[in-house]
């Protein structure tokens, strides 16, 4: 039996969910834009335990989403992580953010999942048929011709906040969005159990969240 708590807030979803080894016991999230995690993730995270009976004590890890992403939502949340693995003495886990967001593609084909970085700028992956990442998570500048070679080859699902402006520059007919889909806690138990049984553990002392905003300089041109 390994309890672990998973948080995610990384965007304007802040999200907290209780898994035993694989299995979700319960979530609690909230979206609200004006990122009230700080108010919130404690009352989450008291809550859900007080809920299932489930002392601190008990829990195996903390596993928290460590972005790209918000640097407030962000930082909040791995600084909360990291406090409760310090008074616990349990390991951390982190996730990369786009990862936990495409898990919630079910449809075949390609799955590129893309935040929002202001302007027209976009953090992205991309993932396989079988959910498996064929590209590193990239900070980038939108154009027509960013996801070209992926589109021209198979149906490609595009998830997240950044899907907006996405779909004012990219109209290929093997572009498909899921909206109205954020990164969640709920979607993390897998990917935090297999860590947590392979030990895949981040040192304490020196772990920062993947802010990921280090863009090259380039101007937008929208017939790019």
């Keep these: 039996m390994a309890y672990i708590l998973n948080i995610e807030t ?4 802040c999200s907290v969910a209780l898994f035993n080894e694989l299995n979700l016991i319960d979530c609690i999230e909230e979206n609200t834009e004006d990122y009230s995690h700080s108010k919130s993730l404690h009352v989450f995270i008291d809550s859900i335990l007080k809920k299932n009976k489930i002392s601190p004590k008990e829990l195996s890890a903390i596993s928290v989403g460590k972005g790209p992403g918000s640097y407030t939502g962000l930082r909040i949340g791995v600084a909360s992580a990291k406090g409760l693995c310090y008074a616990l003495d349990i390991p951390l886990i982190a996730l990369e953010t786009l990862e936990i967001l495409s898990k919630n593609v079910t449809e075949k084909g390609i ?6 970085a202001r302007r027209m700028e976009v953090y992205s992956a991309v ?6 990442r064929i590209r590193d998570t990239k900070a ?3 154009s027509k011709e960013l996801f070209k070679s992926y589109l021209e080859n198979d149906n490609v699902y595009f998830i997240g906040n950044a899907n907006k402006k996405i779909k004012e520059i990219i109209t290929h007919k093997n572009a498909n969005f899921i ?8 979607q993390m138990g897998v990917l935090s159990y ?3 049984k392979s030990k895949q553990f981040e040192n304490l002392n020196d772990f920062e969240p993947f802010y990921l ?12």
């Design 10 to 13: 990384s965007t304007t979803n």
């Design 179 to 186: 909206d109205d889909v954020y990164p969640s806690a709920r």
């Design 127 to 132: 993932f396989d048929r079988k959910n498996s």
């Design 194 to 196: 297999n860590k947590f």
């Design 140 to 142: 980038e500048v939108l």
């Design 111 to 116: 799955v590129i999942p893309c935040l929002d």
């Design 213 to 224: 905003k280090d863009f090259i300089a380039a101007k937008w041109n929208p017939n790019s």
